[in-house]
């Protein structure tokens, strides 16, 4: 069964730290490209971080630079998002997202349809 299942969501006071995971079945990670997508209350959908196959290039959006972390455990099959100096404005439902042909840079676009898509985990920022 090909899916994804993310996991490590939850409640965080500003500046606080949460590992986002993202278990993938039926792919083979080291083949696709993996990341993460956000969605806030009443805004857009958007590209947050993807981690390519060969040599595992990273991607960031420009608001979580220096912040957050995007990691790949092939053996696993498993991708993670770690998040740092968390800020209100991160509060969102993250999605964990895959495919096995486009790059990186086409993914975070958000215009092509994708692979696959988790469920999402929510992920709420306090002030």
């Known amino acids: 069964q090909v899916r994804l299942v993310e996991s490590g969501g939850g409640l965080v006071q500003a500046g606080g730290s949460l590992t986002l995971s993202c278990d993938a079945s039926?792919?083979?990670?080291?083949?696709?490209?993996i990341g993460w997508f956000r969605q806030a209350p009443g805004k857009e959908r958007e590209g947050v971080s993807c981690i390519g196959t060969g040599d595992g290039m990273t991607h960031y959006h420009e608001s979580v630079k220096g912040r957050f972390t995007i990691s790949r455990d092939n053996a696993k099959n498993t991708v993670y998002l770690q998040m740092n100096n968390l800020k209100p404005e991160d509060t969102a439902i993250y999605y964990c997202v895959l495919d096995q042909v486009l790059p990186c840079t086409n993914v975070l676009q958000g215009i092509s349809e994708l692979d696959a898509w988790g469920q999402g985990t929510q992920v709420t920022v306090s002030s």
């Open positions: 039926g792919f083979t990670l080291r083949y696709s490209a």
